[in-house]
């Protein structure tokens, strides 16, 4: 064992004098090993050799091992294995000293201590984990927030070092003019320096997987969130609700619009903000941007919404067209009413330490859809006018209107002016066309000159298509009020009347305090009446005229007065004007009708001097008889399809005819010879005449002559 020793040059101590070997056994040890010394042995007091070996590899431990020759041997075990948390104080202290000192970043001043390759092998280590799949996401909650924590802590490394190294370089440049009076000393200098730029490079390799890495699993949880919500949407049924329970169970379901659960929300927040701390800003935005315009596209697609072109809706037959709006207006309501809300809220819970962030991707996303939406609008108010469109253009009209107001709360007061300039645009637009389209209704009027009368004196198509027209234009009175009000100085350059905003100076100053709309409804009706007396001089007999107005007159009144809407804006009395004319026709009728039966009726003519008569009065009976043949057999034809009228009329003529048929009979029969001459004469009884008076106007005609009924 001596020898061996020797063969080493370590030293020895001698058992009597304890004293070294010479000098040359002291430089020999200086050369190979600083680190071996000689203990004693207690049993046999000889120099035996110790040997402290450092830098053994980490797994070793520290061990005493006795030799056969009595040799101890003492093995130095390494330091515990680094823990990420602990390091993370280290790297934190030395951040803390550099950002404060940022603005005098020293190059020649050693920055860099030990600590920080321990600190990047251990992120190296777990970000390894998260890739190979051995640590998952959202499994353990401390397990991702230690990662975030490293992961930050290189994200500040990398702004520091990079400030480092730009002083580094700064400085080299400055010395290449000097590079032959460079010491040794600079040499390693500028060499430590290069090493540093190794590490920045490093920690930018690092930074840059950890990002990979967060932006994958960023792009994943808003993917599942998204098709998640998606599929629980489906299988609640895509369809608009028509029942009230359905309507509560899927407002119920668009509540949960986003469909993003509150963990993973918390996950992708804490995520987009090491991506934005790390500057990779622009990626996580662009994964939101995408993920999010996909998740509307799902949410329109739900709602039964399909995106049409502006060229396709202008090549849309109407009836196809028409059943699009209804979505479109749901589709609308529910974007301004829940989804723009439940995004507004999403976007400011995932990039909550930056709001200008958060309002620039809200308007950037939602701002396309809205546009979207107006575009259709727009389309729509394109296409060629139709009186049966107005009702669509209405409801689309109230739909924006109504928005506006809570679309107004959701955008940030730089954008804000923008979306509502272009809702009130789409809006007016739609507007004008309903008011176009609405005084159109002047033209429509003029145009039917049909010469043609409606057989039987019934009630005109004309007037039953004008006055259903109203009474559902007035469903939307109000709706129609703003409308006229705000378009009151509109020229209709396609209508030859003048517009109904304008007041002729006849006007009273009632018509002139009226609402533009309510103006305009009464200038259609006086079209309308102006119209049906054209039509009523196309009939031959003036009593058939007259029962024509009484007709179109009484149906047009009681439309009116069986609508709440259009009654408040025609007003009692329009509807008191109207019955007054109806009454005046009504009479007009009894005296063009029945006037000659009375006539034939009047004892006038029939006394001389106390004596009757009889071929006078047998004229009378049968001139009597064929007048009212004649009328029983033409107005049992006419028709009064409004029974109140009819009853009336017929109750009118009743009273009329009856007592004077009855008091002439009872008067002027005695005058005839019983049996053949009054059979001949006599063919009604007064309830006879009664009875045929129930025939008139039910439209059915009436070919043979009127018998005597029993």
Same mark, same amino acid.
């Given at each position: 064992?001596?020898?061996?020793?020797?063969?080493?040059?370590?030293?020895?101590?001698?058992?009597?004098?304890?004293?070294?070997?010479?000098?040359?056994?002291?430089?020999?040890?200086?050369?190979?090993?600083?680190?071996?010394?000689?203990?004693?042995?207690?049993?046999?007091?000889?120099?035996?050799?110790?040997?402290?070996?450092?830098?053994?590899?980490?797994?070793?431990?520290?061990?005493?091992?006795?030799?056969?020759?009595?040799?101890?041997?003492?093995?130095?075990?390494?330091?515990?294995?680094?823990?990420?948390?602990?390091?993370?104080?280290?790297?934190?202290?030395?951040?803390?000293?550099?950002?404060?000192?940022?603005?005098?970043?020293?190059?020649?001043?050693?920055?860099?201590?030990? %600590?920080?390759?321990?600190?990047?092998? !251990?992120?190296?280590?777990?970000?390894?984990?998260?890739?190979?799949?051995?640590?998952?996401?959202?499994?353990?909650?401390?397990?991702?927030?230690?990662?975030?924590?490293?992961?930050?802590?290189?994200?500040?490394?990398?702004?520091?070092?990079?400030?480092?190294?730009?002083?580094?370089?700064?400085?080299?440049?400055?010395?290449?003019?000097?590079?032959?009076?460079?010491?040794?000393?600079?040499?390693?200098?500028?060499?430590?320096?290069?090493?540093?730029?190794?590490?920045?490079?490093?920690?930018?390799?690092?930074?840059?997987?950890?990002?990979?890495?967060?932006?994958?699993?960023?792009?994943?949880?808003?993917?599942?969130?998204?098709?998640?919500?998606?599929?629980?949407?489906?299988?609640?049924?895509?369809?608009?609700?028509?029942?009230?329970?359905?309507?509560?169970?899927?407002?119920?379901?668009?509540?949960?619009?986003?469909?993003?659960?509150?963990?993973?929300?918390?996950?992708?927040?804490?995520?987009?903000?090491?991506?934005?701390?790390?500057?990779?800003?622009?990626?996580?935005?662009?994964?939101?941007?995408?993920?999010?315009?996909?998740?509307?596209?799902?949410?329109?697609?739900?709602?039964?919404?399909?995106?049409?072109?502006?060229?396709?809706?202008?090549?849309?037959?109407?009836?196809?067209?028409?059943?699009?709006?209804?979505?479109?207006?749901?589709?609308?309501?529910?974007?301004?009413?829940?989804?723009?809300?439940?995004?507004?809220?999403?976007?400011?819970?995932?990039?909550?330490?930056?709001?200008?962030?958060?309002?620039?991707?809200?308007?950037?996303?939602?701002?396309?859809?809205?546009?979207?939406?107006?575009?259709?609008?727009?389309?729509?108010?394109?296409?060629?006018?139709?009186?049966?469109?107005?009702?669509?253009?209405?409801?689309?009209?109230?739909?924006?209107?109504?928005?506006?107001?809570?679309?107004?709360?959701?955008?940030?007061?730089?954008?804000?002016?923008?979306?509502?300039?272009?809702?009130?645009?789409?809006?007016?637009?739609?507007?004008?066309?309903?008011?176009?389209?609405? %005084?159109?209704?002047?033209?429509?009027?003029?145009?039917?000159?049909?010469?043609?009368?409606?057989?039987?004196?019934?009630?005109?198509?004309?007037?039953?298509?004008?006055?259903?027209?109203?009474?559902?234009? %007035?469903?939307?009175?109000?709706?129609?009020?703003?409308?006229?009000?705000?378009?009151?100085?509109?020229?209709?350059?396609?209508?030859?009347?003048?517009?109904?905003?304008?007041?002729?100076?006849?006007?009273?100053?009632?018509?002139?305090?009226?609402?533009?709309?309510?103006?305009?409804?009464?200038?259609?009706?006086?079209?309308?009446?102006?119209?049906?007396?054209?039509?009523?001089?196309?009939?031959?007999?003036?009593?058939?005229?007259?029962?024509?107005?009484?007709?179109?007159?009484?149906?047009?009144?009681?439309?009116?007065?069986?609508?709440?809407?259009?009654?408040?804006?025609?007003?009692?009395?329009?509807?008191?004007?109207?019955?007054?004319?109806?009454?005046?026709?009504?009479?007009?009728?009894?005296?063009?009708?029945?006037?000659?039966?009375?006539?034939?009726?009047?004892?006038?003519?029939?006394?001389?001097?106390?004596?009757?008569?009889?071929?006078?009065?047998?004229?009378?009976?049968?001139?009597?008889?064929?007048?009212?043949?004649?009328?029983?057999?033409?107005?049992?034809?006419?028709?009064?399809?409004?029974?109140? !009228?009819?009853?009336?009329?017929?109750?009118?003529?009743?009273?009329?005819?009856?007592?004077?048929?009855?008091?002439?009979?009872?008067?002027?029969?005695?005058?005839?010879?019983?049996?053949?001459?009054?059979?001949?004469?006599?063919?009604?009884?007064?309830?006879?005449?009664?009875?045929?008076?129930?025939?008139?106007?039910?439209?059915?005609?009436?070919?043979?002559?009127?018998?005597?009924?029993?």
């Amino acid at each position: 064992m001596e020898k061996n020793l020797d063969e080493q040059s370590i030293p020895q101590k001698d058992e009597e004098n304890n004293t070294n070997v010479d000098d040359t056994s002291k430089s020999s040890l200086s050369e190979t090993n600083d680190n071996v010394e000689v203990k004693p042995d207690d049993e046999n007091k000889n120099v035996d050799d110790v040997v402290h070996v450092e830098g053994e590899p980490k797994e070793e431990k520290k061990e005493e091992k006795e030799s056969e020759e009595g040799v101890t041997v003492e093995v130095t075990s390494p330091e515990t294995p680094p823990n990420l948390e602990k390091v993370l104080e280290d790297i934190d202290r030395f951040l803390a000293i550099n950002e404060n000192n940022n603005n005098n970043v020293n190059p020649n001043e050693e920055k860099i201590p030990e %600590c920080v390759d321990k600190f990047l092998d !251990l992120v190296e280590e777990k970000i390894t984990k998260y890739d190979s799949g051995e640590t998952k996401w959202g499994e353990v909650m401390e397990e991702d927030s230690s990662l975030l924590e490293g992961v930050n802590r290189v994200s500040k490394m990398v702004k520091l070092l990079s400030t480092m190294i730009i002083e580094f370089q700064y400085g080299e440049k400055e010395a290449e003019g000097d590079a032959e009076k460079e010491n040794e000393k600079e040499k390693d200098e500028k060499k430590e320096k290069r090493d540093q730029l190794m590490l920045v490079n490093r920690v930018g390799a690092i930074q840059q997987r950890a990002m990979s890495y967060l932006e994958e699993e960023f792009r994943m949880l808003m993917e599942e969130s998204r098709n998640q919500n998606k599929t629980d949407s489906d299988s609640k049924g895509k369809n608009v609700a028509t029942s009230e329970s359905s309507e509560n169970e899927s407002t119920e379901m668009v509540m949960e619009f986003p469909g993003f659960k509150e963990e993973v929300i918390t996950s992708l927040n804490k995520i987009a903000c090491e991506m934005l701390f790390a500057g990779y800003d622009s990626e996580c935005y662009h994964i939101y941007t995408v993920s999010r315009k996909h998740g509307f596209n799902d949410g329109l697609n739900k709602l039964g919404y399909e995106r049409i072109s502006m060229d396709e809706v202008q090549k849309m037959q109407w009836e196809s067209l028409e059943r699009e709006i209804p979505s479109w207006i749901n589709t609308f309501k529910e974007c301004a009413t829940v989804w723009f809300p439940g995004e507004r809220k999403l976007v400011a819970s995932i990039f909550s330490d930056n709001q200008s962030v958060a309002d620039t991707l809200y308007t950037e996303l939602t701002r396309v859809v809205v546009f979207q939406l107006l575009n259709f609008a727009e389309s729509v108010a394109m296409t060629k006018r139709a009186a049966e469109k107005l009702f669509k253009y209405l409801d689309m009209y109230e739909a924006l209107r109504d928005t506006i107001l809570n679309l107004e709360k959701l955008y940030p007061e730089n954008i804000v002016d923008d979306i509502k300039a272009e809702i009130t645009s789409a809006k007016n637009r739609l507007g004008e066309v309903a008011v176009l389209i609405f %005084c159109e209704l002047e033209n429509s009027i003029k145009s039917d000159s049909g010469k043609t009368p409606v057989a039987g004196g019934a009630v005109h198509p004309l007037t039953r298509y004008i006055v259903n027209y109203l009474r559902l234009a %007035c469903e939307y009175k109000d709706t129609l009020e703003e409308v006229f009000r705000e378009h009151s100085k509109i020229e209709r350059a396609d209508s030859t009347s003048r517009p109904h905003y304008e007041n002729d100076n006849q006007q009273s100053k009632e018509k002139e305090n009226t609402s533009p709309f309510a103006a305009q409804l009464t200038r259609v009706m006086e079209l309308l009446d102006a119209n049906l007396e054209g039509k009523a001089k196309l009939y031959k007999e003036v009593p058939l005229s007259c029962i024509f107005m009484m007709n179109n007159g009484r149906y047009i009144v009681q439309k009116i007065k069986g609508s709440a809407e259009i009654y408040a804006v025609m007003g009692e009395t329009w509807c008191r004007k109207r019955s007054t004319e109806l009454r005046t026709y009504h009479k007009n009728y009894q005296v063009e009708t029945w006037s000659k039966i009375l006539t034939c009726l009047s004892p006038k003519g029939l006394s001389d001097n106390g004596k009757v008569p009889k071929p006078v009065l047998k004229e009378r009976f049968k001139t009597f008889n064929a007048l009212f043949d004649e009328i029983h057999k033409t107005q049992s034809t006419w028709v009064v399809s409004d029974e109140q !009228l009819q009853s009336e009329l017929r109750v009118s003529i009743s009273a009329l005819v009856i007592p004077a048929y009855r008091s002439f009979l009872g008067r002027f029969s005695q005058y005839l010879d019983p049996g053949r001459q009054t059979e001949k004469y006599i063919k009604f009884q007064a309830e006879d005449i009664e009875n045929y008076i129930d025939d008139l106007f039910d439209g059915n005609p009436h070919t043979a002559q009127v018998r005597k009924k029993a």
